[in-house]
Structure formats: C-alpha cells, structure tokens
C-alpha cells in the first residue's frame, strides 16, 4: 500500500509521519518545539460564513498545554445572532486534525479550526460545525454505516486594474490560458498555500466569466477541491475562501464570491458534489448504472431543495443569480450532465473502458484499481452560504431520502429531459424571504434527531426575513444602478 503521506504538502504530516485524522496533542506540542513555532491561531466560523480568529503568543510549556487543553472562552452574542448577550460565553477548543503552518504569518505560527462548547463543557447545540457532526452522524446510523462524503467548487471573481492586452472575449473565459487569463498564478499559488493548510484539491481553471466595470477587471476562476467525508469538505471550503481573501490582500488584488455581480454576466455559484461511502465502496454506482443509494439520496434533496436554499443562498443577490435561461438552477429537478438541472449527475469514468492506453499507446491495457469516481452534484448554492450548515443541510436532504418509501416515484418525477416542461415544475424561491417560508414550512426535517437546533432555525429564518427581499428581485430588475448598490452592499458575503 502507498504510503499517504509521502506527497503530502501540509507540513505537519511530512514531519510526523502520519494523516492529520491521527494527530495528538504530543505531536502538536513535539511539532511545536522542533519547528520553533512562536505563536498559535484558532479560528472557528461564525454566523455571517466567515472564520474568526484568536492569536496566542506562546511563552511557556505550561501555557501551551493549557492553551490546546483548555481552549479559551469567546463572546457568543457578537459571533451569532440567534445568542443573547445575557448568556454568551462559550469556549472554543482545537481540533488537532485541522492544524496547518499560517502560510501567511510573519512570525512561525500553527492555526487551528475550533468547535465551540456551552458553560457545561459540552459542544455547542447550534454551533455550525456540530450541527454537521450531527447530521452527519444521524445518516450513518440511520443508511447502516455509509459515509456522506462531499466536495465543493469554490467559484469566485478576481478583480484588478484594467489591462488592454490580450483580451478575452466576454463570457468566454472557461478553461482560458495566460496571458488571456490575467490571474493564473495568483491562482496556483492559492491552490498550493490551501494544500499546505491541509486542503486536499481535485484542479483549479478560469471560468466563463470574464468583463470590465468602472474600470476595473473581473475575472471569475474556480478551484475544485477532491471528496472527501463531509465535515473535512467544510473545513477544505472554508480554509479556500480566507486563503483567496489573505492573498489577494497581499497581491493588491480583490477576490469576492458574490453570486451576481452585474446583470448579464456569469455569477458565481459553490457548487456541491455528494458521494456516499461504505467500507471504502462509492454506493452511488450499481453495475456500473447510477444505484437506488444514489437515487435516494437525490429523492431527499428534491424534496428539501426549497428550503436547503435557506442554508445555502443567503443574501438578496443570490436570487438574482438564480434566474431563467441562465446555467443556474431555478427549478427542483435533476439529470444527467445536465448543468441547468438543480441536480446534475456527471460524467463518472463507467465505462470501463482504458483512456490512458488509448491516448498513449506504450501503456498495457490494465486498469488501475481505483474507487469509482462518480458523483452527484447539487449546483444551487453560491458562496454567501454558511459552509457548515448547507453541507448539514445536504446530508438531512439525504438521510431523509433514505427513509423515504417513494423515493423511486420522487426520483422519476422530478427528472428532466430535454423535453420537459421546466414551467411545469416546482420553482426554487426567489428571494431570502421566500427561502425564509420555506425553511419554516420544512423546519421539522431539520429538527429532528435535535440536528438543528430550533433557536438556531428560528435565528436563521430572522436574518432571512431581515433583508426584507421579497419581490426586490422583479422591482430592480431594469435598475442597474439599484443592482450594484445591492452588490456593493453583499460583496464580501460568506
């Protein structure tokens, strides 16, 4: 067997020798001191989608055990705004899978993604990472041993000075190369700090979207990550975005993964791919034909895709990126490679067939042993998501499918050929106050098993009502100015 961590780039697996699932508190400590570490960071996710930080400079041994022993406490009011300033102290504590060198610190420090615990030392009920744990542990249980296992497509727009040469054609950007792309090594060296951090990335490219405003250069890129189980999924997409942002500063550049930017040009969306995984068998696949697991799991998402916009397109501008005769979804439906489908089913390497020795004729006609990579993808979601949540959301949608006894009628029904009535089907909201209604009318699916806590959908359902959207989206819609105020507004969103 290969050894796994020999290509490694996180620096702690290269020196301890072993994954991060296997990390201890003594290997963080010997790293510590081997590597002359001078300082710590945690970071945990807050209510708006973004990490938050806390900085520990490390004066003795003692003060660094009780740092990653003890954790420290943190003002829970000013992080999420379902608690009450009467009752916020929580602790937050390292997770020492999740530790990674700051690539971007001056001085040598070790970071750490946290979970948040309440007053009585137990994990926080609502907080964004255990609602994950949660949910991901309801479907284990409930499927009998299968793995939920997810990937995201991190999209995002670059934005620089206007440059006059070797331009793009508008909207023709996807796959393009330097020099008509401007950004790619601003790109790679992204993908190569996010593997340093830990991420584990599939590939990274320019995308469709490519023009000038005011004049300024917006160039739309995405970085794929690989799958891997669900709550590292979170931490890889979470980790991306502040790498992009932290570079970007650094370069003079801006980076935002605002779902529209103008009208007639290509939004930005943080597609999700699901697989799921028992005894290291992708169960999506069944002689080598998309399987009923896979099926069951697409009948939960059809069934909560109304609401699992709540958790995954959460600003007014969301809505306006989910829009007719566009490549994003407005419909619940699904299909086969299908990229105007709600849920597409892509390509998936079945056909058995040895593309490597065809394309180089000096390689024999064995196949390699590998998992088979097929996917599921939900293309909803856009980058003002909560991270945590949406992939909680995902991994309900799923559960729920696999304790539905009509799933295969569910499934058929919603469908999509080339000839379906996409009018016919039923419509995703189109605004947060819609999407708001939705999660009210669904909120018992996510409550149960105490997944989602109700303060926590009754916080959400707020701050969605709170944009106070509804019909904005066909009140605005021929007023550009009013549409890049709203822009300007949720630019940094997630």
Same mark, same amino acid.
């Given at each position: 067997m290969a050894d796994r961590t020999e290509l490694n780039r996180n620096p702690l697996v290269a020196y301890l020798k072993k994954m991060p699932s296997e990390f201890t508190?003594?290997?963080i400590v010997r790293y510590i001191k081997d590597n002359d570490i001078k300082m710590i960071d945690f970071h945990y996710s807050a209510g708006d989608g973004r990490l938050k930080t806390l900085n520990f400079v490390i004066t003795d041994a003692e003060y660094l055990d009780q740092i990653l022993t003890m954790g420290e406490r943190v003002d829970g009011s000013s992080i999420f705004t379902h608690m009450k300033a009467s009752s916020s102290d929580l602790y937050v504590l390292p997770r020492f899978s999740t530790a990674f060198v700051n690539p971007f610190a001056s001085i040598p420090t070790l970071s750490f993604l946290c979970y948040y615990f309440d007053k009585d030392g137990l994990l926080l009920e609502s907080s964004p990472e255990y609602v994950l744990k949660k949910a991901h542990e309801r479907f284990y249980d409930i499927s009998g041993g299968m793995e939920f296992w997810a990937m995201g497509e991190l999209e995002y727009y670059v934005v620089g000075e206007q440059q006059e040469t070797f331009q793009c054609m508008p909207q023709k950007g996807y796959q393009e190369s330097t020099p008509f792309t401007k950004y790619e090594q601003f790109r790679c060296q992204a993908m190569d700090m996010m593997a340093q951090c830990g991420c584990i990335i599939k590939y990274a490219h320019s995308e469709v979207g490519?023009?000038?405003?005011?004049?300024?250069?917006?160039?739309?890129?995405?970085?794929?990550?690989?799958? =891997?189980? =669900?709550?590292?999924?979170?931490d890889q997409l979470m980790i991306g975005k502040w790498v992009l942002r932290s570079l970007a500063y650094e370069y003079g550049l801006n980076v935002t993964f605002a779902?529209? *930017?103008? /009208?007639?040009e290509a939004g930005s969306g943080m597609h999700i791919h699901t697989r799921v995984v028992k005894d290291g068998k992708n169960m999506y696949v069944e002689d080598g034909k998309l399987s009923s697991t896979a099926k069951k799991v697409i009948a939960g998402i059809m069934t909560l895709a109304?609401?699992?916009?709540?958790?995954?397109? !959460?600003?007014?501008?969301? !809505?306006?990126?989910? =829009?007719?005769?566009?490549?994003?979804?407005?419909? /619940?439906c699904?299909?086969?490679?299908?990229?105007?489908?709600? /849920?597409? /089913?892509?390509?998936?390497?079945?056909?058995?067939?040895?593309?490597?020795?065809?394309?180089?004729?000096?390689?024999?006609d064995k196949l390699p042993e590998m998992m088979n990579k097929q996917t599921v993808e939900f293309r909803c979601p856009d980058g003002s998501a909560n991270v945590y949540l949406l992939m909680a959301g995902l991994v309900v949608a799923a559960t729920l499918g696999m304790q539905t006894e009509n799933w295969q009628q569910v499934a058929e029904q919603? !469908?999509?050929?080339?000839?379906?009535?996409?009018?016919a089907l039923q419509q995703l909201p189109d605004s947060c106050f819609a999407s708001s209604l939705q999660l009210q009318k669904q909120r018992e699916y996510y409550q149960q098993g105490n997944v989602f806590a109700p303060?926590? *959908?009754?916080? *959400? *359902?707020?701050?969605l009502q709170s944009y106070d959207d509804n019909g904005l989206r066909q009140k605005i819609k021929d007023s550009p100015e009013e549409i890049k105020k709203l822009v300007a507004r949720y630019f940094y969103c997630g």
């Open positions: 508190k003594a290997d490519n023009f000038t405003q005011d004049g300024l250069n917006y160039e739309q890129n995405e970085i794929e990550f690989l799958p =891997v189980p =669900v709550e590292q999924a979170a779902p529209k *930017i103008t /009208v007639g109304p609401s699992l916009t709540a958790f995954g397109n !959460y600003n007014p501008t969301s !809505y306006f990126r989910l =829009v007719p005769h566009q490549e994003a979804p407005t419909s /619940v699904w299909g086969d490679r299908n990229r105007s489908a709600m /849920v597409r /089913v892509p390509l998936g390497w079945t056909s058995k067939r040895n593309m490597c020795k065809a394309a180089n004729p000096l390689e024999d919603t !469908y999509m050929t080339e000839t379906t009535d996409k009018d303060a926590l *959908i009754d916080g *959400i *359902i707020r701050d």
